[in-house]
């Protein structure tokens, strides 16, 4: 079997929910955790005679982001249609979404493609529908029963589905990455995978190269993070290649995928659009949109991650690949800039936010930064000014972050400060010397480099408080250098 003979095709379609306070039909919170079912109204139990009314910050978020998906066509009317199909957890066995007349069509979407270079993928369609509720298994003596919870029956989603453009799962994770960041940067979804705010489903075929026909697809659910995602579409395009390459036929089929077990397994036979008898919503009126509404969003759109990154690069001088780590999450880009206007080096910040910021950010569990960019800034300039040590830095900021204290308190305290001072250095630099003989050797019979392992030797003994260059001094002018 020969990987290299064969292209994989990738189209991925995303379900975020959107952060409003209440449901996309009703006036029931979307607040999440409370007692099951404490979040219902005639509306999302789909009692009989009760009328749909549409939440007017769930059509005003979907066009803000089919504007920062660069959607050429927001039609100004628009149509919501039922999905019908039998589920427990679906009370009105129908689903409100839209069909044939989605909010928005054709946009795109940037991702890396190495180097410099970026790599346009194409979005089908944007459109609006309503969650269904959650099933809860009983356990114990519950164990053989089901429950249904309906606090989610009537969450806004909206599906971004994007053209069949991917080619990798890497670059299906880059595209993931990058749409979650943007719907984050807009404030309309917290893009949280791992808590279901944030729900990929992925199509994937494969072909010969250089044929252009698609092949049959299989459709991916359940990948609940990023790394899944990848992970899972790399195993079914091998399991597809591995039959096309037998000569055996890949079946139409919806596959979920087991995270424990690293498997795909058969869910059901797809169905097709006609299985679900769509149908205009007859309890709603078409969706209108006046073009002075869509041009007041427009002028709401936030910086966004491309245009962010792209000014690191233009204006402060950073590399690609920097500035496409600043900007994935939208604190630590927003803390960047900060620092960089109190700090004004933004090679040496971005190194710094870059390397243990993030360390300590993403230990930390992420969301909002928990300290100053004075902070930062502060310490940096102790660093460039040889009051601490690079060494001492990182460490003075992972307590900054973590208890919120002043760095100079710190070093101050826990007294950091750098030594330089001669006396303060020999004895030190002496026992290095008496415990190094073979390298002292080394070192004045010319291996120059040696100097960098005995230096290393006194900041350690020092716990990193000597000033390296002064050690480097005062070694060469011990061992007569
Ligand atoms: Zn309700």
Redesign the pocket.
Known sequence: MNDKAFESVIGLEVHAQLQTQS?IF???STRFGDQPNSH??P??LGMPGVLPVINRKVVEFAIMTSLALHCEEIPPRSVFARKNYFYPDLPKGYQISQYESPLALRGSLEIPAGGNGLRKIGITRVHLEEDAGKLVHGEGADSGSSFVDLNRA?VPLMEIVSEPDLRTPEEAGDYLRRLAAILVYLGVCDGKMEEGSLRCDANVSVRRRGETALGVKTELKNMNSFKNVEKALAKEIQRQIALVSEGKKVVQETLLWDPDNEVTLPMRGKEEAHDYRYFPEPDLLPLVLENSWVEELKKKIPELPQEKADRFVRDLGLTRYDAEVLVAAKPVSDFFDETVKIHPEPKKVSNWVTGEFLRIYWAEGGGPVKMTPQNLARIIKMVDEGKISGLVGKKVLEESYKNGQDPEKIVQEQGLSQVSDESALIGIIDEVIKDSPKEVERFKSGEEKLLQFLTGQVMKKSKGKANPKRVGELLKSRLGK
């Open positions: 449901k009703c006036g029931c219902t109204c509306v999302c009537g």
